[in-house]
T-cell receptor
Framework: QQQVKQSPQSLIVQKGGISIINCAYENTAFDYFPWYQQFPGKGPALLIA?????SEKKEGRFTISFNKSAKQFSLHIMDSQPGDSATYFCAAAGNQFYFGTGTSLTVIP | DTGVSQDPRHKITKRGQNVTFRCDPI?????LYWYRQTLGQGPEFLTYFQNEAQLEKSRLLSDRFSAERPKGSFSTLEIQRTEQGDSAMYLCASSRGRSGNTIYFGEGSWLTVV
């Protein structure tokens, strides 16, 4: 059973545009929601994370929006750049981390 | 570099052989995780340790897989009698304490079973 559902599977955005990736979870025991960025051949690297007591967290061009009642959270990448082209994973954590299936983002110059 | 270190980075083995991967976590981290990732998929939980104790194992972890973390420092993941379906990237991660603390991944160990 997929603990975290992520969409879309792939995303193409023009340079300067906004990239939006969505995730949903079921287990209300999860208390930490990170996003990871992964480049080919590399391990995932933490991008930004949020706890369920806040509805939004912003770090530079990256923002997480969190809706506790809907059990959904999303990543917004503002002013998307070609260097942002990578695979993005959402995760939900309790004692262990469960990952979404990933979104392949391509930013076109 | 004081990040999570994994060795070897790449391993090609014949079906039926045994392979072992090593992970050195960030030094002050007491939790260590093993994940498996195949192309186009997210990391899939295999097992985790708190110090030297293995606290949880996924049902995905068949009897051919065994992990150890002697003395609560580095960890090894051994796969016995490898099968082609074991071909994947094996990721190690570590964190300080329980949930709410970020896990940091290593670069992964690629396994190809031929």
């Amino acid at each position: 059973q997929q603990q975290v559902k992520q969409s879309p599977q792939s995303l193409i955005v023009q340079k300067g545009g906004i990239s939006i990736i969505n995730c949903a979870y079921e287990n209300t025991a999860f208390d930490y929601f990170p996003w990871y960025q992964q480049f080919p051949g590399k391990g995932p690297a933490l991008l930004i994370a949020i706890r369920p007591d806040v509805s939004e967290k912003k770090e530079g061009r990256f923002t997480i929006s969190f809706n506790k009642s809907a059990k959904q959270f999303s990543l917004h990448i503002m002013d998307s750049q070609p260097g942002d082209s990578a695979t993005y994973f959402c995760a939900a954590a309790g004692n262990q981390f469960y990952f979404g299936t990933g979104t392949s983002l391509t930013v076109i110059p | 570099d004081t990040g999570v270190s994994q060795d070897p980075r790449h391993k090609i083995t014949k079906r039926g052989q045994n392979v072992t991967f090593r992970c050195d976590p960030i030094s002050e981290h007491n939790r260590l995780y093993w994940y498996r990732q195949t192309l186009g998929q997210g990391p899939e939980f295999l097992t985790y340790f708190q110090n030297e104790a293995q606290l949880e194992k996924s049902r995905l972890l068949s009897d051919r897989f065994s992990a150890e973390r002697p003395k609560g420092s580095f960890s090894t993941l051994e796969i016995q009698r490898t099968e082609q379906g074991d071909s994947a990237m094996y990721l190690c991660a570590s964190s300080r304490g329980r949930s709410g603390n970020t896990i940091y991944f290593g670069e992964g160990s690629w396994l190809t079973v031929v």
